[in-house]
């Protein structure tokens, strides 16, 4: 494998119908769709994104809809180091919950996620519907908090891979030879593990494409 | 929220996540609930002031929690321990669903027997084998044609049988034709096979015969030990397992106490009433705490002491995982008593500390005296957890009012028996028997 891929679990936070789904797709396949039915099937995504002299590897996690009941588990938190938390600028309850998940990943999550508010449906304000939460407003809570700040159409394609690519460049890399001690959060290569699927003696999990 | 459903699960403990995911997954809508405010039930992990809050009445402070014991979000303590057989069936399970994806695995280092007093790591392989001081010369070449039999038996071909019928045959006359002495048998029945009492002996051979091929197998998959622990804890697996239920279409309530249940006028189930609202659907699966009723004690009661060490298990090679086994014969008893040890090498303790959990079947009015020889292989005990849980099982079937029940998690050190647990309900409530498909091929498709 080559050594100067970096695989980054990202997980999305949001209230539903803000369009997590949606800025995923079109991030992975440069696609949107109008209608789409809440989450199911596919929930582990990837996509590479190139940054120079490295490849980031994202490992999209979608919340599988665990979130509508504040259902989602520890796991879901766990050794991410990135985060979307996503809202939709024409609901203003949305912000809130985007408030409450920030405050939700400060707790559960590894200390160096880098997290990134993402307010989405930028085009319904070009359509001509009310902007019903401020820039300041988003920009002044991703100040106080450290986080990236976007705002986004899933649906017209508006900023989503700068979403991606402004994390990736937050990232701290590591070189392959620190990957190991795996404090941050970065997956540890690690020979001890197994990969079950695979079996056999010896053989790691670590960095293992199986998506 | 909805109202209708194919199937309701009521506690998010290891059984029920399965069987959720499982059903999701065969394109049944699930709608799983759990009245308490995490996942896990009997089979989650907790954090260690979660620990003092449930079995310590004046909890120390989380400072001096902290101060001795380190992190609090560090440890993630197993309420039932047991481990997972490399080539058992909850690793079949795992793979085929593809919920490896989101848990990782570490083999166990080692796994101990306890004998006259000491512990012995049992064999991994031929040279531990060879150079072992369980058994005498003369014995351990009995012990080599006994494990050639079994490698070598073929259902079909007589001739490998050696005159033993494993239908017929008690296991005690298998021992006897291959002149294994009563030590060995306790090594072959209690840390190979893994049976916690001796019922087994009299007993047809062959669910003995398939125990140690398990068991042979297991090891021969990964090298140190039979034994697969997750990191971070077991409670990884039911939250594993809720996630693809989840992925396929399952709705999630926690911290949602069920209010009512409802019947129709043949005492069918029909569906809960929770702050939600009313869900309906013609099946429920639960645990016993939902269905009390329903259930009844198994007459056996499991004590297990969670202690913490500041040091490795002595006498282990300062092994970071382990399993000790003492086999009741040892000790003067009718059932074994298991010991795991894990450390923050599977992140389920903060580092320099070690987890190790002794648990066996209560047979006096005494039940802490009865862990006594397991307290004094550990070395020093920094703090110690105790507790009590009486085991239960569904009185009826489920076939005629649809409310079908788990069972409690038994004493033994693995997941065979719930995945038996798992494999019987799902049966039960299709009306067919469980084929894992591969997930891999259906997302394929999706991609």
């Given amino acids: ?211 | 929220m909805d109202e209708n459903y194919d199937v309701i699960v009521l506690g998010t403990g290891l059984t029920e996540c399965i069987l959720s995911g499982l059903l999701s997954v065969d394109g049944k809508k699930v709608l799983h609930i759990d009245k308490q405010d995490h996942y896990g039930g009997e089979s989650a992990s907790v954090a260690l002031s979660q620990l003092y809050a449930k079995f310590k009445q004046n909890p120390i402070s989380k400072e001096e929690m902290e101060t001795k014991f380190g992190r609090d979000r560090d440890w993630n303590v197993d309420l039932i321990p047991k481990f997972l057989m490399a080539d058992g069936e909850l690793t079949k399970i795992l793979v085929h669903t593809d919920v490896t994806r989101y848990i990782d695995f570490k083999q166990v280092a080692g796994s101990y027997v306890y004998n006259k007093s000491k512990i012995y790591k049992v064999p991994a392989n031929e040279m531990e084998a060879i150079s072992s001081p369980l058994m005498g010369i003369f014995e351990k070449r009995r012990m080599k044609r006994f494990l050639e039999w079994i490698g070598d038996y073929k259902e079909d071909d007589i001739k490998t049988h050696q005159g033993l019928d494993l239908d017929k045959n008690t296991m005690d006359e298998v021992y006897y034709k291959f002149g294994l002495g009563n030590s060995t048998k306790d090594f072959i029945g209690h840390a190979m096979a893994l049976w916690t009492n001796d019922e087994y002996l009299q007993q047809p051979a062959r669910p003995t015969f398939e125990r140690i091929l398990l068991y042979l197998q297991s090891v021969a998959r990964y090298g140190k030990s039979p034994y697969l622990y997750p990191l971070y804890g077991l409670g990884e697996l039911p939250q594993g397992f809720a996630r693809l239920s989840a992925i396929y279409g399952g709705t999630y309530m926690l911290n949602t106490p069920v209010e009512k249940v409802l019947y129709d006028d043949d005492g069918k189930f029909e569906g809960v009433v929770t702050k939600e609202g009313t869900a309906k659907a013609p099946i429920v699966i639960a645990d016993p705490t939902y269905f009390p009723d329903k259930c009844k004690s198994t007459d056996h009661k499991v004590i297990r002491a969670i202690c913490i060490l500041n040091h490795p298990v002595p006498n282990t090679g300062n092994a970071d995982s382990l399993q000790i086994i003492i086999p009741q014969s040892q000790v003067g008893r009718k059932n074994d008593i298991y010991v795991a040890v894990m450390s923050s090498s599977h992140n389920v303790a903060s580092a320099g500390h070690y987890l190790a959990i002794v648990s066996t079947i209560i047979e006096t009015d005494k039940p802490h005296v009865e862990l006594e020889p397991a307290f004094k292989l550990l070395g020093p005990i920094e703090e110690r957890f105790m507790g009590i849980a009486e085991l239960f099982e569904p009185k009826e079937s489920g076939s005629e009012d649809h409310v079908y029940l788990s069972k409690s998690y038994d004493a033994s050190s693995h997941f065979e028996s719930m995945t038996d647990d798992v494999k019987d309900i799902y049966f039960r409530v299709t009306g067919h028997p469980l084929v894992l498909k591969k997930r891999a091929d259906i997302d394929a498709e999706q991609e």
């Fill in chain 1, 1 to 211: 494998m080559n050594t100067s891929v970096t695989s980054i679990k990202l997980v999305l936070l949001g209230e539903a119908a803000v369009g997590k789904s949606s800025i995923v797709l079109r991030f992975v396949s440069n696609d949107f769709s109008e209608n789409k039915e809440p989450t199911i099937g596919a929930a582990f995504l990837t996509q590479r994104v190139n940054m120079g002299d490295h490849t980031i590897k994202f490992e999209i996690w979608d919340t599988a809809g665990q979130e509508r009941f504040a259902s989602l588990a520890p796991m879901y938190y766990r050794n991410a180091q990135a985060a979307l938390v996503v809202y939709d600028i024409t609901k203003p309850q949305s912000f809130i919950k985007a408030r409450h998940w920030v405050k939700e990943l400060h707790e559960q999550a590894s200390k160096g996620i880098v997290i990134a508010l993402v307010g989405n449906k930028l085009d319904l304000i070009e359509g001509g519907a009310e902007r019903k939460v401020a820039r300041e407003e988003a920009e002044k809570l991703a100040t106080e908090e450290g986080l990236l700040f976007f705002e986004t159409s899933a649906k017209t394609g508006d900023n989503v891979n700068e979403v991606f690519l402004g994390i990736g460049q937050k990232i701290p890399l590591k070189k392959p030879d620190e990957q190991s001690q795996g404090s941050s959060g970065l997956r540890i290569n690690d020979d001890n593990r197994v990969d079950l699927a695979a079996g056999g003696p010896g053989s790691s999990n670590a960095g293992a494409c199986n998506c």
